[in-house]
């Protein structure tokens, strides 16, 4: 079992930055994937950014360039960097994780979830 938790939302102006964290606890993080994905009301849950054990990350398109996640594995913990904010990236964003397969943007894929944090972007 993998238990996450996530922080570090909020509510900032457009073009502001946050930092969400999740530390993740239960398993070996060495060998997690992490992901981020997001929901905004209405719209179904959507891949943000993933990251695997040896470095590799993916981005969607819609945050390429503005957002960057990174781990620490001594802390066991996933942090998603969100520079230019935009109204778009309203949404609560949640952390998941899996042990099986590699980095997907699918969100059937990971078995493992955080509550979420909600990340509010005014124009």
């Known amino acids: 079992q993998v238990q996450l938790v996530e922080s570090g939302g909020g509510s900032v102006q457009t073009g502001g930055s946050l930092r969400l964290s999740c530390a993740a606890s239960g398993r070996t993080f060495s060998r997690i994937v992490m992901s981020w994905f997001r929901q905004a009301p209405g719209k179904e849950r959507e891949f943000v950014a993933g990251t695997l054990w040896n470095g590799s990350n993916d981005y969607a398109d819609s945050v390429k360039g503005r957002f960057t996640i990174s781990r620490d594995d001594a802390k066991n913990t996933v942090y998603l960097q969100m520079n230019s904010l935009k109204p778009e990236d309203t949404a609560r964003y949640y952390c998941?994780?899996?042990?099986?397969?590699?980095?997907?943007?699918?969100?059937?894929?990971?078995?493992?979830w955080g509550q979420g944090t909600q990340v509010t972007v005014s124009s």
């Open positions: 998941a994780a899996d042990l099986r397969y590699g980095l997907s943007r699918r969100s059937d894929q990971y078995p493992y």
